[in-house]
């Protein structure tokens, strides 16, 4: 009886490990294409480059934090 339950559980772990894993694949290698994405721009008070995601835009322009937009 015990081996029965094994076998069961080894094959539904072999089933698991053949459907599922490539979708997880898929999904990671999805991930890395979103995070290529992102471009970098120059703020114009300070000349640094700042992560387009994590910039302050104000007038249609990059900001690299609060103090740079206020000293436009």
Sequence with gaps: MVLKILAVV?????AYIVFFKKN?????IAKKNEQIEDEMVECPTCKTYVSQK???VSNGKFYCSKEC???K
């Design 10 to 14: 080894i094959v539904a772990f072999l």
């Design 24 to 28: 997880r694949e898929k999904d990671i």
């Design 54 to 56: 994590e910039a302050i």
């Design 69 to 71: 937009l206020l000293n």
